[in-house]
């Protein structure tokens, strides 16, 4: 499902990922483990487009994606929910919800969607008039899981 071979990436100069491979199956369960400052979250950045790609291919669902823009690699089906920072304060629940089916166009998908992710948060579905600024930082972690399951995806990371 994900593939990388061979990744390079970094800030500027500063290469921070040098040849990194990995293998991501279908129906896996997959834990990337390392200390701070070890490039964990430049290899997201990396995947998620959000960092361009020096050397090497990623390839998820049998498609290049390295160097496609993130709403290109959204659309594909992969996703990134991060550690519940992510909310935006000004908007309501359910706006933030909706924001994570931007790249999709089956409103019907989206509404059921939508109910899944309640089903799975109830608190969510309670709080979904109010701003996202005032949850709780369990329930904006919940909130940003949310958002990344309303994307319809294939793969979260």
């Not at 929910?81 to 994570?100: A, C, F, H, R, W």
């Not at 969607?113 to 600024?133: G, I, N, T």
């Not at 709780?136 to 958002?147: A, D, F, K, N, Y």
């Amino acid at each position: 499902m994900l593939k990388l071979s061979g990744v390079e990436t970094g800030y500027g100069k500063l290469k921070i990922l040098r040849g990194i491979d990995m293998h991501v199956p279908a129906g896996k369960i997959v834990a990337l483990l390392g200390g701070n400052g070890t490039g964990k979250s430049t290899l997201l950045k990396a995947i998620s487009g959000l960092l361009p790609v020096w050397n090497g291919t990623i390839e998820f669902d049998g498609q290049v994606i390295a160097n496609k823009k993130p709403h290109e690699i959204v659309r594909s089906g992969l996703t990134q929910v991060t550690q519940g920072k992510d909310s935006y304060p000004g908007m309501t629940v359910e706006e933030n919800l909706y924001l994570g089916a931007f790249t999709r166009n089956d409103k019907a998908g989206i509404a059921q969607d939508l109910e899944r992710v309640y089903a799975y948060f109830p608190r969510l579905k309670e709080r979904r008039k109010q701003l996202s600024a005032t949850l709780s930082g369990g329930e904006v972690q919940m909130l940003v899981i949310g958002r990344g399951l309303m994307a319809g995806p294939k793969l979260i990371m």
